[in-house]
């Protein structure tokens, strides 16, 4: 159990698009969903927050009218990447948590590879 | 500044010996420190947590100890494996951080046969 998947896998996009990513967890129900970038060979960077039904917490730095995050159910949370540019290709991961105490393990998505050309 | 450091240069091991990877941080007070395996191009998997007042928790193969006064996780790997290859996290869960994960950079574990 506790599986969490991502999709797509990977995209490669125009600059100047917008590009989609959907965190589900496939047989739990999530309070809480983290999305994190990681760049080549470095750490996990979190970059919001987000709880069912309100909206998302963004991290220090982090644009908030350019990732768009919606965690509309309990199992879905989305990363809208808009008006791409190519310093926004990373590896997008998505993070679930059936509930807020600090213990409770946080599930991990496979992972989104974004290609901005 | 706030640091979690691992080491950086891959772990190069025989099969069948103990793999010890290090966790070191500065500047934090974690209530709990987390170890995750990454495979290239796959999301983290959660291997063990340890509360600051544990020193030690073991799960099959894998043991991990945390001193908060040297401020440092080891993490052990018995009879390795070649398919223990991958790389290693550490996360702290930082409380007034809002119980969120900072993690390290990890470290490259191989294991050759």
């Known amino acids: 159990g506790a599986v969490v998947s991502q999709h797509p896998s990977w995209v490669i996009c125009k600059s100047g698009t917008s590009v989609k990513i959907e965190c589900r967890s496939l047989d739990f129900q999530a309070t809480t969903m983290f999305w994190y970038r990681q760049f080549p060979k470095q750490s996990l960077m979190l970059m919001a927050t987000?709880?069912?039904?309100?909206?998302?917490?963004?991290e220090q730095g982090v644009e908030k009218d350019k990732f768009l995050i919606n965690h509309a159910s309990l199992t879905l949370s989305t990363l809208t990447v808009t008006s791409a540019h190519p310093e926004d290709s990373s590896f997008y991961i998505c993070?679930?948590?059936?509930?807020?105490?600090?213990?409770?393990?946080?599930?991990f998505g496979p992972g989104t590879r974004l290609t901005v050309l | 500044s706030q640091k979690i450091e691992q080491n950086s240069e891959a772990l190069n091991i025989q099969e069948g010996k103990t793999a010890t990877l290090t966790c070191n941080y500065t500047n934090y007070s974690p209530a709990y420190l987390q170890w995750y395996r990454q495979d290239p191009g796959r999301g983290p998997v959660f291997l063990l947590l340890i509360r600051e007042n544990e020193k030690e928790k073991r799960k099959e193969r894998l043991k991990v100890t945390f001193d908060t006064t040297l401020k440092q996780s080891l993490f052990h790997i018995t009879a390795s494996q070649p398919a223990d290859s991958a790389t290693y996290l550490c996360?702290?869960?930082?409380?007034?951080?809002?119980?969120?994960?900072?993690f390290g950079a990890g470290t490259i574990l191989r294991v050759k046969s």
């Open positions: 987000s709880n069912e039904g309100s909206k998302a917490t963004y």
């Open positions: 993070s679930a948590k059936r509930t807020s105490v600090a213990t409770d393990t946080q599930y």
């Open positions: 996360a702290l869960d930082i409380m007034e951080y809002g119980n969120k994960l900072v």
